[in-house]
């Protein structure tokens, strides 16, 4: 799977739009494009994913740039329980492989979002 | 969506003893993933494990430290075999499977293990 990188943390005022970054220059024409957060103590949750085109559903917002070579997710309107880890995962689609399936996570970006 | 629970929620165990993780579905699916979170860092996987075969483990984890049950296709265990403090993490199930969207997969609420 190809690897991503994502600022160790980030900062965003409570009801502005946090705009999450993240590399993955080696990414392959199979691979999505996958974002989960983990709220303190509690198992990751899945927010959004996509291949090239951009997603939007109730939580957020994907821009996936048209090289693919990196992504950025957007929290339109950010509140106090949205402060989490934030991860960018990339993942094989094919069914068959031996990586079908797995998610492999980075160490993600700390958002910490304050009043 | 899928549903997960895991029992235990948490648990404090001595040296040298073993604990088996239940994790169940809310609806059948084929994987099922193991993943350990260590204090402060990042998920790693352990295993996958889909019903009718063996456990598939990554590298640096054996089946002899952790070995799985598959039954069916809502249910798995996962044992931490001959516990030292170094086992003291969070183990999470996950489920995956092919839905509308392509692959989704979603996580239990984790096991937060403590070895003393």
């Known amino acids: 799977d190809a690897k991503t990188t994502q600022p160790p943390s980030m900062d965003c005022a409570e009801g502005r739009a946090a705009n999450l970054p993240c590399n993955h220059s080696?990414?392959?024409?199979?691979?999505?494009v996958y974002w989960y957060r983990q709220i303190h103590s509690q198992g990751p949750q899945y927010i959004i994913h996509?291949?090239?085109n951009n997603e939007t559903n109730e939580m957020a917002s994907l821009i996936i740039t048209e090289d693919r070579k990196s992504s950025t997710l957007i929290l339109p309107h950010a509140t106090l329980r949205d402060t989490a880890v934030y991860y960018c995962i990339v993942r094989v689609a094919n069914a068959g492989g031996t990586s079908y399936g797995k998610l492999t996570f980075g160490q993600g970006t700390i958002l910490t979002v304050h009043p | 969506s899928a549903v997960i629970s895991q029992k235990p929620s948490r648990d404090i165990c001595q040296r040298g003893t073993s604990l088996t993780i239940q994790c169940q579905v809310d609806?059948?699916?084929?994987?099922m993933f193991w993943y350990r979170q260590q204090p402060g860092q990042s998920l790693t996987l352990i295993a996958t494990?889909?019903?009718?075969?063996?456990?598939?483990?990554e590298s640096g984890f054996v089946i002899d430290k952790f070995p799985i049950s598959r039954p069916n296709l809502t249910f798995s265990t996962l044992t931490v075999s001959n516990m030292s403090p170094e086992d003291s993490s969070i183990y999470l199930c996950?489920?995956?499977?092919?839905?509308?969207?392509?692959?989704?997969?979603?996580f239990g609420p984790g096991t937060r293990l403590t070895v003393l």
């Open positions: 080696t990414i392959s024409g199979n691979e999505y």
């Open positions: 494990a889909n019903q009718g075969s063996e456990a598939t483990y």
């Open positions: 996950s489920v995956g499977f092919s839905g509308r969207g392509g692959w989704e997969q979603f």
């Open positions: 609806s059948q699916v084929t994987m």
């Open positions: 996509g291949l090239k």
